[in-house]
């Protein structure tokens, strides 16, 4: 990834990482809910992931936006391979954050349909975010106990995104599988 640096773009990069990091609250709540053997299909757990699925997809505007660019990120947003993803992504967020009358909610619903591809890919363009953001927090060409001296140790991202997702689609009963 390259960075041209000026005030204005660190303000952008800034902003986004702000969503980042508040996907990233809304990607902790769903990891550490556990859901009660009684929970109905509409429950606790389905309105976390809402939560987290929309939160993602303004992280994905915001990298848009700022015209930022990352040749893993910028693949799993663009090739033809994701776009049902990006699309039933974009359409899940609006039908979390805009009123929809009735109970079930088609816009949802198709995501969630789609698990066994469209989760997996969420969780991976989530991490492959926080992982630009440690490379744009720690710069390769600054030494790390230089770099702590003024910012600290980040949490870097460490587990892989396919072994959090199976967490969450082992009980999809879809058979498709999504290839990364």
């Known amino acids: ?10 303000e952008d990069i800034v902003a986004w990482a702000r969503y980042v990091f508040w996907t990233d609250i809304e990607r902790g709540q769903v990891d550490a809910h556990e859901s009660a053997s009684d929970e109905p299909t ?3 757990t389905l309105a976390l992931m809402a939560q987290y699925f929309a939160a993602l997809w303004v992280s994905i505007e915001g990298w848009r936006e700022c015209q930022l660019s990352d040749a893993l990120i910028d693949e799993l947003l663009t090739h033809p391979a994701f776009q049902q993803n990006v699309n039933l992504l974009r359409r899940c967020r ?4 805009h009123f929809q009358k009735g109970f079930i909610n088609i816009r949802l619903m198709e995501f969630v ?7 997996p890919w ?3 363009v989530h991490e492959e975010f926080k992982r630009v953001l440690v490379e744009i927090a720690y710069p390769k060409n600054i030494p790390s106990d230089i770099q702590e001296q003024f910012a600290g140790p980040l949490d870097k991202p460490s587990v892989g995104c396919q072994t959090i997702a199976s967490k969450h689609i082992q009980h999809t009963p879809q058979s498709n599988t999504m290839k990364l």
């Not at 349909?113 to 989760?119: D, E, Q, S, W």
């Open 42 to 44: 509409t429950g606790l």
């Open 94 to 97: 609006n039908g979390v954050y």
């Open 122 to 124: 969420s969780f991976l």
């Open 1 to 10: 990834m390259t960075l041209l640096y000026d005030e204005k773009r660190r």
């Open 113 to 119: 349909r789609n698990a066994r591809t469209t989760v």
